[in-house]
């Protein structure tokens, strides 16, 4: 089945610093990821929308600038949590569109900014 | 604002015990509803999901029951096992769209 790798699974950086993460699509090709964020025992959040080759689309209150997103090939999607700061500390999860009714998640990434 | 409300918030079963989580949306124009399986420090994991023209879908022990003029669907564990203990959450897509709407999930606990 369709596998979406996801790197790292967890990170620890210091406040102020970028960290990037990784979303490869294994044995498809992912036109479209989406990313979200999860705080503890909460319900997954979608932060923006990535086709192939263009700008992502943010959702109301995601702040583009801080949170670059990058889908350069139709295997890669980077999410970079630009001049980070505790309150960003979250779970990072990609998911890709695998077809018409088909959608599959990356493993997670847990952000830690200290 | 479309939403897709879900719950109880927390269930306890006993091993071999049924596990009903509910879920209703208020907007008609949905065209897939999925739901899925987290457990912790993982991606959810699609468990089984159903499309608006049929009123239930089984696979193995989980069954999706879905009324349409009701605007609810729940999700059904037969002979619920330790193993199951999870977050779970339902899901609908917009037609039209992409995007996946989640309900704020269901933290499942299945007593051995």
């Known amino acids: 089945g369709a596998v979406v790798s996801q790197h790292p699974s967890w990170v620890i950086c210091k406040s102020g610093t970028s960290v990037k993460i990784e979303c490869r699509s294994l044995?498809?090709?992912?036109?479209?990821m989406f990313w979200y964020r999860q705080f503890p025992k909460q319900s997954l959040m979608l932060m923006a929308t990535?086709?192939?080759?263009?700008?992502?689309?943010?959702e109301q209150g995601v702040e583009k600038d801080k949170f670059l997103i990058n889908h350069a090939s139709l295997t890669l999607s980077t999410l970079t949590v630009t001049s980070a700061h505790p309150e960003d500390s979250s779970f990072y999860i990609c998911?890709?569109?695998?077809?018409?009714?088909?959608?599959?998640f990356g493993s997670g990434t847990r952000l830690t900014v200290v | 604002q479309q939403q897709v409300k879900q719950s109880p918030q927390s269930l306890i079963v006993q091993k071999g015990g049924i596990s009903i989580i509910n879920c209703a949306y208020e907007?008609?124009?949905?065209?897939?509803f999925p739901w899925y399986q987290q457990f912790p420090g993982k991606g959810p994991a699609l468990l089984i999901a159903?499309?608006?023209?049929?009123s239930e879908k089984k696979e193995g022990r989980f069954t999706i029951s879905f009324n349409k003029s009701a605007k609810q669907f729940s999700l059904h564990i037969m002979d619920s096992q330790p193993g199951d203990s999870a977050t779970y959450f339902c899901?609908?897509?917009?037609?039209?769209?992409?995007?996946?709407?989640f309900g704020k999930g269901t933290r499942l606990h299945i007593l051995p």
């Open positions: 998911s890709a569109r695998t077809g018409r009714h088909g959608y599959t």
């Open positions: 044995d498809f090709q992912a036109t479209t």
């Open positions: 990535s086709n192939e080759g263009s700008k992502a689309t943010y």
């Open positions: 907007n008609t124009a949905f065209d897939y």
């Open positions: 159903i499309r608006p023209d049929v």
């Open positions: 899901a609908a897509r917009p037609v039209r769209d992409d995007k996946i709407i």
